[in-house]
């Protein structure tokens, strides 16, 4: 992806990390999720950067960073999350966290204590159960998938993809977005992490959302299949003082569908304008 390129690098026990930063202005951080990367973030990172120092990175096991086999898990990202901010010397960011990502946001800020400015949630995995058909099926069989030949392998997740989207995904889109996940490396590291995936990293916060005090929008794509957007309006509830916003026209792939009304919701609530 040479159109996107992650040129800095975060050395975390031997495994790395690639970020980036750009932009002018108070920091924000984006967080993207499964089975995405920064790349499927960049209309969001490019718009903030008019008026915020943005960065981005790749969760380990992910896009551009470290795909050798080890912990990929939720369990670790909240962990990277909360090194890189100190490695950054960043100190209550604002944050946004899309899908995994959201899920990393909330543990990092619960769990790490780490404090942020305000935080926005985007179709984040968040309250149990989740995981779909698909993801159960990875679960049992990881070695068995991990084994199909590259032009099955490249099928199941082009179909895989294609069910996260409400609107039709642009072909090139598509290619970027398989990418990391293509070569021996990358087909055995997009198994890998469906297979970690654990209800338990969700658990593990999820009784204690009530405590966020830090103000927090939550934004959800009006037809998302693998996160039905009931579930964005059970985390609102759990929140006090949460916003919620329905993104029309999209599914779980809003990032992509629909990256303007997002930042029609996330610049305002960022810098303290009316959200209209």
Not at 125 to 154: C, R
Not at 222 to 247: C, K, N, Q, V
Request: aromatic share 12%.
């Amino acid at each position: 992806m040479a159109d996107w390129n992650l040129t800095e690098t975060f050395t975390f026990k031997d495994r790395y990390v690639k970020f980036g930063v750009t932009g002018n202005g108070p920091p924000v951080i984006v967080v993207h999720g499964t089975p995405w990367s920064s790349y499927n973030m960049r209309h969001i990172i490019q718009a903030l950067a008019d008026d915020f120092t943005t960065y981005y990175f790749d969760l380990i096991g992910y896009g551009q960073s470290d795909k050798s086999n080890g912990d990929v898990s939720l369990g670790i990202q909240n962990t990277i999350l909360d090194r890189l901010l100190k490695f950054w010397g960043l100190e209550n960011p604002a944050i946004i966290g899309h899908d995994f990502g959201g899920a990393t946001v909330l543990r990092t800020h619960l769990l790490n204590k780490q404090d942020f400015e305000k935080i926005v949630l985007i179709n984040p995995v968040s309250i149990s159960p989740w995981g779909s058909p698909f993801f159960h099926h990875v679960k049992a069989h990881e070695a068995a998938f991990a084994g199909v030949p590259d032009y099955i392998h490249e099928a199941i997740v082009h179909a895989y993809i294609n069910t996260a989207a409400f609107l039709p995904i642009a072909d090139d889109t598509m290619e970027k977005t398989i990418q990391p996940w293509t070569g021996e490396d990358g087909k055995a590291a997009f198994y890998r992490q469906i297979a970690q995936a654990n209800e338990e990293f969700t658990d593990e916060v999820q009784t204690v959302y009530s405590q966020i005090t830090k103000p927090l929008m939550i934004l959800w794509g009006a037809e998302d299949t693998w996160i039905p957007i009931e579930r964005g309006r059970m985390l609102h509830e759990l929140i006090p003082g949460s916003l919620f916003y329905e993104i029309p026209n999209s599914g779980h792939l809003v990032i992509e569908e629909q990256s303007a009304l997002l930042m029609k919701k996330i610049r305002p609530f960022l810098v303290n304008d009316d959200i209209r």
